[in-house]
């Protein structure tokens, strides 16, 4: 199944898309692409930075225009950025090429990993909570996703056996 051979990551921010990502790649011995570090590689700038200086739209423009320069790739575990599903064009692409696999986390669990918020560049904070971007988002992850894993409670290396699990039952399709 072509799809298979890449796998892309995507739920909210600290929902370990980068920590899970590393270790599904590791263990597939595929490539592993954080593209929040691809995007302040690439503009020299944090994400934070960039949302300050530039704004949201251009942000997400931003966003897309260097997700875009990575596709088409195979056998890579590619972690966007939780905003990416704002793409829809990003996020069609990612349905035909790859598997996605929402990595989902409940609000509780993401609010006490965010202490460090206003860091982490998180597209909306600034003028929304976190819990409506949270509810704004999850239909559109539940809407892209192929797979969905709940992580609330698990540790990383069991969420990434969970994931393999479902990529090896796919492969028997």
């Given at each position: 199944?072509?799809?298979?051979?890449?796998?892309?990551?995507?739920?909210?921010?600290?929902s370990?898309?980068?920590?899970?990502?590393?270790?599904l790649?590791?263990?597939?011995?595929?490539?592993?692409i954080?593209?929040?570090e691809?995007?302040?590689?690439?503009?020299?700038?944090?994400?934070?930075?960039?949302?300050?200086?530039?704004?949201?739209e251009?942000?997400?423009?931003?966003?897309?225009?260097r997700?875009?320069e990575l596709?088409?790739?195979?056998?890579?575990?590619i972690a966007?950025?939780?905003?990416?599903i704002?793409?829809?064009?990003?996020?069609?692409?990612?349905?035909?090429?790859?598997?996605?696999v929402?990595?989902?986390l409940?609000?509780?669990?993401l609010?006490?990993?965010?202490?460090?918020?206003?860091?982490r560049?998180?597209?909306?904070?600034?003028t929304?909570?976190?819990?409506s971007?949270f509810?704004?988002?999850?239909?559109?992850?539940?809407k892209?996703?192929?797979?969905?894993?709940?992580?609330?409670?698990?540790?990383p290396?069991?969420i990434?056996?969970?994931?393999?699990?479902?990529?090896?039952?796919?492969?028997?399709?």
């Amino acid at each position: 199944m072509k799809r298979l051979t890449t796998i892309v990551l995507i739920g909210m921010p600290a929902s370990g898309k980068s920590t899970i990502g590393r270790l599904l790649a590791e263990r597939l011995k595929y490539k592993f692409i954080d593209t929040d570090e691809y995007i302040e590689e690439r503009e020299q700038k944090s994400l934070q930075e960039i949302l300050d200086t530039e704004g949201i739209e251009i942000f997400c423009q931003i966003e897309e225009k260097r997700l875009l320069e990575l596709l088409p790739c195979s056998q890579h575990v590619i972690a966007p950025g939780g905003s990416i599903i704002y793409s829809k064009k990003v996020m069609h692409i990612f349905q035909k090429i790859s598997l996605i696999v929402f990595l989902n986390l409940s609000l509780d669990i993401l609010q006490s990993r965010l202490r460090n918020k206003q860091a982490r560049g998180i597209v909306g904070l600034k003028t929304h909570t976190l819990q409506s971007i949270f509810e704004e988002r999850l239909p559109l992850y539940i809407k892209y996703a192929h797979i969905t894993v709940q992580c609330d409670g698990k540790a990383p290396n069991n969420i990434t056996e969970e994931i393999i699990k479902h990529i090896d039952a796919a492969r028997q399709k």
